[in-house]
Every structure is written in structure tokens, then in C-alpha cells.
């Protein structure tokens, strides 16, 4: 089994929808990043948390540490959200990556 | 700007031939690591830098070296690279635990 779990794998919506990726993990951790990969390869960092829940803009991350979950919610989608979103739980700075959600928002 | 750099963006060798990926920050972050992704298989760690002169191995570092002779810089070097080692590689930095920021990425492919 996996240590991180992402579902699903890939997602196609339509613009203005709202968007949940979700991340399971097995092993422990101090903080769990959700990262955005462009579709140039570039990696972008949105999220770090620890605990609870963050919100920037009409990105939300959420965690529920007893479970061993995480989502990563997009309210009003847009086509460039499009991207792969990577969930990573580390501890401390080892960190261990899902596969990823492939994202396809269209207009 | 805050950045990470690396170098170059895209190589072709051959295998066997010595190269040096270069990994910059401007942001005197003490934590540097390298990643490798491949299809399939996602971001794995390769090696990471707690300080200056402190490395230690990620889950991948068979056929890699690196090292960390001061803050800014985190090279990686492969000695004798094999067509196995054809990947995207990413540096990134941070403080101590905080978020990652990545450099574009290093397209290697050996031939």
C-alpha cells in the first residue's frame, strides 16, 4: 500500500465548479504541503498546515490529523487551475509525495 | 526576487560523461533537498541539506552525490550518469520546517 493516497487521479470539470482533491496517509507527520504543478513543469507551493484548515483566495486546505486526511478544495473553478495538485506529508523535511491529481478545468 | 535557480534547464549527455546540476536560493533558507519525477512514480527525494557541510541520503541516492560548502548553493553531481538517471529533476529550499520553494526544474536525459 501506498503511503500517500490521492484521489481521484484525474478530474475533469467544468468552469465555475467546485473542486475536492483528496490525500490519505499512512505515515506520521509535522505538516502536510499541497503543492500545484503547471502543465510548463514548474512546482508551486499553496499550502503548508500542520492542523485545521487554511484558506488563500479560492483555494481551502484542510487536515484532520487523527484520520490521516487531507483535502484540498477549489471554489469557482477556472481553466487556469488546471494543473497537477501533489500532496506531501513530511515530517520535519522528509517528505513523501502522492502521484498526484491531474486537473482539467474547461471553459 | 526570491528564487531558486538551477542549472542548466535542459541537458543532453551521454553516459558515463561527469555532469553538475547547479542549485541556487537567495533566501538563506538552511534546508535544500533535491527531487527526481518520473512518470509513474511522482517526486522522490534524492538527497537533502539540513546546514552547511550536513547532507543526508533521500529515498534515491544511488549514483548521486551532493554537497553543501555554503548556504546559498546545493549542487548535484553525477560521476557516471546511465540512461536510468533520464528524468526532471527539482531543487528546493526552505527554513526549517516551512514551505518549499522550488527551482524550474532540470530536464536531464542520458543517453
Known amino acids: 500500500k501506498n503511503e500517500v493516497e490521492q484521489s481521484p487521479q484525474n478530474l475533469t470539470a467544468q468552469e465555475g465548479e467546485f473542486i475536492t482533491i483528496n490525500c490519505s496517509y499512512s505515515?506520521?507527520?509535522?505538516?502536510l504541503h499541497w503543492l500545484q504543478q503547471h502543465p510548463g513543469g514548474g512546482i508551486v507551493s499553496l499550502f503548508m498546515l500542520s492542523s485545521g484548515k487554511k484558506k488563500h483566495g479560492r483555494l481551502i486546505a484542510t487536515i484532520n490529523i487523527q484520520e490521516k486526511h487531507s483535502s484540498l478544495h477549489i471554489t469557482a473553478s477556472h481553466p487556469r487551475d488546471s494543473a497537477v495538485y501533489i500532496c506531501a506529508p513530511s515530517d520535519n523535511n522528509d517528505m513523501r509525495f502522492g502521484a498526484g491529481t491531474r486537473l482539467t478545468v474547461k471553459p | 526576487e526570491a528564487q531558486v535557480t538551477q542549472n542548466p534547464r535542459y541537458l543532453i549527455t551521454v553516459t558515463g560523461k561527469k555532469l553538475t546540476v547547479t542549485c541556487s536560493q537567495n533566501m538563506n533558507h538552511e534546508y535544500m533537498s533535491w527531487y527526481r519525477q518520473d512518470p509513474g512514480l511522482g517526486l522522490r527525494q534524492i538527497y537533502y541539506s539540513m546546514n552547511v557541510e550536513v547532507t543526508d541520503k533521500g529515498d534515491v541516492p544511488e549514483g548521486y552525490k551532493v554537497s553543501r560548502k555554503e548556504k546559498r548553493n546545493f549542487p548535484l553531481i553525477l560521476e557516471s550518469p546511465s540512461p536510468n538517471q533520464t528524468s526532471l529533476y527539482f531543487c528546493?529550499?526552505?527554513?526549517?520546517?516551512?514551505?518549499?520553494?522550488f527551482g524550474p526544474g532540470t530536464r536531464l536525459t542520458v543517453l
Open positions: 528546493a529550499s526552505s527554513h526549517t520546517p516551512d514551505t518549499q520553494y
Open positions: 505515515v506520521g507527520i509535522s505538516a
